[in-house]
C-alpha cells in the first residue's frame, strides 16, 4: 500500500510540473474539474438553431468542398490535408445567422460543438493535447501554441488571380483575457504570407487586437468589428456559447499564376485552455475580389451562350439579374464592364451609357441589361469565360461569371 501511495504521489507531481511548464496552471486552477482535464461539458442546447457535424462524420475533402462550392468562379484544388482533432473542425449550419452566415465550415482550439448556443459557460474548454502550430507561433513572438487544427490544400486560378473569402473569429478568452498572455491565434497562409488582418491594416486579427475592452467597452480596439457576449461583462445577447466574436470579415489577396498554396490554422496561446473558432462562410472562397458575386446571364436565354469570335462588332447582351440577396437595380451602370468593354449603346442626345432595366428571367425582379462590342473585349477565340466587374451605387465592387461558347477561328 505504501509503495502505492508513493507512485500516486509521483504521478501527481509529474501532472502539477507539466501544467507549470506550459504556464497554464494558474488559470487551470480556476476551471471546474471537467473543463481542467479538458472533458466534453454535455451542456443541454436542445433550443438551438445551430448544427455541427465534425470530421468523425465528414472527410477533409468534404471540408474543402463546402468551403469553395461550385461555379465558375471556384478554384481547382488539390493535395488536401486536415492534421488536428476530430472534433476540432467541421461544418455548421445556422438559419439563425447568430455569426454572421447561415453555414460553412469551422477550425476549433477544442471543440466545434462550443459554437453551439446559449451561452452557459465562461470558460469551455476541450483540451485535445495536440502540439501546436510554429507558423502560428511567429505570429506572437515569445509564446507558444498548442492544440493546433489546421486545414490546407492547393489551388489555382482559371483567369482572376485573386481570391476573397468571408469569415468570423470568435472565442471564450474574451473579455477577461485581453491583453493579457492567453492570446489564441489563427491565421490564413497563403503562399506563406497571413492574409488574416483586420481591415486596411497589416494587424492579424487576435484577442489583444480587436476587442471591447474589458470591462467591455473600456477602450476601442477596433470596438466596431466586435461582438460582446461575454456572460459575466455586458451579458448574453446572442445565442451561442462563445463570449465574444467579430462581425464578417472577409480575407482577400492577390496570387500567383498557375498552383497557389493556402493553410488555415489556429491554436491555443500560452495554453490549452478556453476553445476559439474561426468560421469560414460556405461557398465564398472563390477566385474573384472582395464585394459582391452577382448571377450574370451572357445571352439571357441562349445557352450555350455563342459568340462569333470572328466578328469584332458583335453585340454581346449580358444580364446582371436580381435575386433574393441583391438588387441589380443598385448597380452603377456607367462603371460595368466586360472584360475590358463597357455599355455599346450611348444616348444621342446626352451622350451618356444607356440603362436598360428588364425583367428577362421571368421571375418578377428587374434586372440590367447591357451590350458589349466583342472587339472592345480581351476575349478570343479560346476563351471560355466571360467576366464582369462593375460597382453599386454605394461603391461596393460586383464581379459576376458565365461560360462562353466562342464559335468560328
Given at each position: 500500500?505504501?509503495?502505492?501511495?508513493?507512485?500516486?504521489?509521483?504521478?501527481?507531481?509529474?501532472?502539477?510540473?507539466?501544467?507549470?511548464?506550459?504556464?497554464?496552471?494558474?488559470?487551470?486552477?480556476?476551471?471546474?474539474?471537467?473543463?481542467?482535464?479538458?472533458?466534453?461539458?454535455?451542456?443541454?442546447?436542445?433550443?438551438?438553431?445551430?448544427?455541427?457535424?465534425?470530421?468523425?462524420?465528414?472527410?477533409?475533402?468534404?471540408?474543402?468542398?463546402?468551403?469553395?462550392?461550385?461555379?465558375?468562379?471556384t478554384p481547382v484544388v488539390s493535395n488536401i490535408i486536415y492534421k488536428g482533432a476530430n472534433g476540432a473542425a467541421g461544418i455548421f449550419n445556422d438559419q439563425s445567422n447568430?455569426?454572421?452566415?447561415?453555414?460553412?465550415?469551422?477550425?476549433?482550439?477544442?471543440?466545434?460543438?462550443?459554437?453551439?448556443?446559449?451561452?452557459?459557460?465562461?470558460?469551455?474548454?476541450?483540451?485535445?493535447?495536440?502540439?501546436g502550430d510554429t507558423d502560428l507561433d511567429a505570429l506572437i513572438p515569445n509564446c507558444s501554441t498548442f492544440d493546433a487544427a489546421v486545414l490546407e490544400f492547393d489551388f489555382e486560378c482559371a483567369t482572376i488571380q485573386e481570391i476573397s473569402f468571408e469569415y468570423v473569429f470568435?472565442?471564450?478568452?474574451?473579455?477577461?483575457?485581453?491583453?493579457?498572455?492567453?492570446?489564441?491565434?489563427?491565421?490564413?497562409?497563403?503562399?506563406?504570407?497571413?492574409?488574416?488582418?483586420?481591415?486596411?491594416?497589416?494587424?492579424?486579427?487576435?484577442?489583444?487586437?480587436?476587442?471591447?475592452?474589458?470591462?467591455?467597452?473600456?477602450?476601442?480596439?477596433?470596438?466596431?468589428?466586435?461582438?460582446?457576449?461575454?456572460?459575466?461583462?455586458g451579458g448574453v445577447k446572442f445565442d451561442t456559447e462563445v463570449d465574444g466574436f467579430t462581425v464578417v470579415l472577409t480575407a482577400t489577396t492577390r496570387i500567383d499564376p498557375g498552383l497557389n498554396h493556402i493553410k488555415l490554422a489556429i491554436a491555443d496561446a500560452g495554453d490549452r485552455v478556453l476553445d476559439s473558432h474561426v468560421l469560414i462562410k460556405s461557398e465564398s472562397f472563390i477566385c474573384a475580389p472582395p464585394g459582391i458575386v452577382v448571377d450574370i446571364d451572357i445571352k439571357p436565354g441562349g445557352e450555350p451562350n455563342s459568340v462569333p469570335c470572328n466578328k469584332p462588332n458583335f453585340g454581346i447582351p449580358v444580364a446582371i439579374l436580381s435575386s433574393a440577396d441583391f438588387d441589380a437595380t443598385t448597380v452603377d451602370h456607367t462603371t460595368v464592364n466586360l472584360q475590358g468593354a463597357y455599355e455599346l449603346h450611348l444616348d444621342h442626345k446626352t451622350g451618356n451609357m444607356k440603362r436598360h432595366e428588364e425583367d428577362v428571367d421571368g421571375d418578377g425582379d428587374i434586372d440590367l441589361v447591357f451590350h458589349f462590342k466583342l472587339g472592345d473585349t480581351d476575349l478570343d477565340c479560346s476563351s471560355t469565360e466571360g467576366t464582369l466587374t462593375g460597382e453599386t451605387y454605394d461603391g461596393i465592387p460586383i464581379t459576376g461569371f458565365d461560360t462562353l461558347n466562342m464559335i468560328g477561328s
Open positions: 500500500m505504501k509503495f502505492k501511495q508513493i507512485i500516486f504521489v509521483f504521478v501527481l507531481m509529474g501532472i502539477l510540473i507539466y501544467s507549470c511548464e506550459e504556464g497554464s496552471l494558474v488559470r487551470n486552477a480556476n476551471l471546474e474539474p471537467q473543463e481542467r482535464y479538458g472533458e466534453f461539458i454535455e451542456l443541454v442546447k436542445e433550443k438551438s438553431a445551430c448544427i455541427v457535424s465534425d470530421m468523425n462524420i465528414i472527410t477533409p475533402e468534404e471540408l474543402v468542398g463546402a468551403l469553395i462550392g461550385s461555379g465558375p468562379n447568430v455569426l454572421g452566415f447561415s453555414d460553412g465550415i469551422v477550425l476549433s482550439t477544442g471543440s466545434i460543438n462550443h459554437i453551439i448556443g446559449p451561452n452557459v459557460s465562461d470558460r469551455a474548454t476541450m483540451n485535445n493535447w495536440l502540439f470568435s472565442s471564450e478568452e474574451y473579455n477577461e483575457y485581453i491583453n493579457s498572455s492567453y492570446n489564441d491565434v489563427f491565421g490564413f497562409f497563403v503562399n506563406g504570407i497571413n492574409i488574416a488582418c483586420i481591415p486596411s491594416t497589416t494587424i492579424p486579427v487576435a484577442i489583444n487586437n480587436l476587442n471591447c475592452g474589458h470591462p467591455c467597452f473600456s477602450e476601442d480596439n477596433y470596438c466596431c468589428l466586435f461582438n460582446n457576449n461575454d456572460i459575466n461583462d
